[in-house]
């Protein structure tokens, strides 16, 4: 038996039991045949399956159209960002820059052609989304980070957009609904929220391919992987196996909407109680508030206990609230995955150590 923790990484992520329990199995024996997954041919009727269900569970998950289509690719959602400018990156390019993942797309970008930030939150440590920009509608296209897991900062809603919409949405990706038809490319790596590390994804509206001038090498060029169903080359074969048991286990569940109905009543919960908690603060703007990693410091007056809350959490069996090095305190991590069990433990190791401390 494990040992009862409650984990709230920020990637990669917690996944179901019931994938994990699955992923054993297909680890001695896939799908019937005697051969572990790691060892089966991805050329077989066996892996074509697996591969043709995750696809549609994508599809119907997302509510996909048919204008799109879905890839998985291995190399890591940092790879994608330099996938993108090679793939829409002709005359010109903004990005709206939320953080360092959000500036490390820009950056790739500007190692292959002329991209440059539309508008930036640095002033206040990233903790809120800027409004209110303009956006030329001639640009080639403008990449936005949809959550920025350092900062704990969302983008709510799919925005409107006169030029082609591009978004990394590595760590909210099926945690809310979304208009896919509002995106020429969704994008991410699946460790946020929809499986292991080794695999990334990318929702792509089909006619908005093969429109720069430039020579896109083949393992970079999406309609690569489009034309042979992600199997191009090896697949990530694993990884995808257990993406693919998490995501029938979100259907399970009811889909995205109920996941995100879910997902907002966890946030809200560990919201209120940080509003509440005289020990402790927010970090993000609260209209700007993310549902997937929520992000807090100790109260003014009250720094030097951090250490302290940190051990009395460890004991409680709260792992990965260590906020990222780049921002410090703590930040939760509430992927989909994670239960409304694990989010009351957490509230309530909070107000037994103010009770504790005041
Ligand atoms: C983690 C993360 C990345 C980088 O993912 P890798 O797969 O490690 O390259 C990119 N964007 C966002 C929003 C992330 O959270």
Redesign the pocket.
């Known amino acids: 038996m494990a040992k009862k923790v409650h984990v709230f990484n920020a990637?990669p992520c917690l996944l179901p039991q019931v994938a994990i329990d699955h992923a054993i199995e297909a680890l001695k024996d896939f799908s019937g045949t005697g051969i572990s997954v790691l060892s089966i041919s991805h050329r077989t009727k066996e892996w074509d399956a697996v591969m043709d269900e995750c696809r549609a569970l994508w599809k119907e998950l997302l509510h996909i159209p048919d204008t799109h289509e879905v890839v998985f690719l291995g190399g890591?959602?940092?790879?994608q960002f330099l996938y993108v400018a090679m793939n829409y990156l002709e005359k010109k390019a903004a990005y709206l820059d939320t953080g360092v993942?959000a500036h490390k797309a820009l950056k790739e970008a500007q190692g292959i052609g002329e991209a440059y930030a539309i508008a930036c939150s640095k002033d206040k440590n990233y903790t809120y989304i800027p409004k209110g920009f303009e956006i030329p509608a001639d640009l080639d296209y403008l990449h936005i980070?949809t959550?920025?897991?350092i900062y704990g900062t969302e983008i709510h809603t799919d925005m409107d957009c006169p030029c082609p919409l591009i978004a990394?949405m590595?760590?909210d990706i099926m945690s809310r609904p979304v208009d896919v038809s509002k995106y020429d490319l969704i994008y991410?790596?699946a460790?946020?929220n929809v499986g292991p590390?080794g695999v990334?994804f990318a929702i792509i509206r089909k006619d908005s391919l093969g429109r720069v001038s430039r020579y896109i090498p083949t393992m970079l060029d999406y309609r690569t992987h489009i034309d042979k169903l992600s199997m191009f080359n090896t697949p990530p074969v694993f990884a995808i196996y257990v993406m693919n048991e998490t995501l029938k286990w979100l259907k399970g569940i009811g889909g995205v909407e109920v996941m995100y109905e879910i997902n907002k009543k966890k946030a809200a919960l560990l919201y209120d109680e940080i509003d509440r908690n005289s020990m402790f603060i927010g970090t993000a703007e609260k209209e700007d508030r993310s549902l997937m990693n929520v992000c807090f410091v100790m109260a003014p007056g009250k720094e030097e206990l951090q250490d302290e809350f940190f051990a009395f959490a460890k004991e409680r069996g709260m792992v990965g609230i260590k906020g990222h090095r780049s921002v410090g305190g703590f930040r939760a991590s509430l992927y989909n995955a994670c239960s409304i069990e694990d989010v009351q433990a957490l509230v309530d190791c909070m107000k037994e150590f103010e009770n504790l401390k005041k």
């Open positions: 990637g890591g959602a940092s790879l993942w980070t959550n920025n897991t990394d590595s760590s991410g790596g460790q946020k590390a990334i």
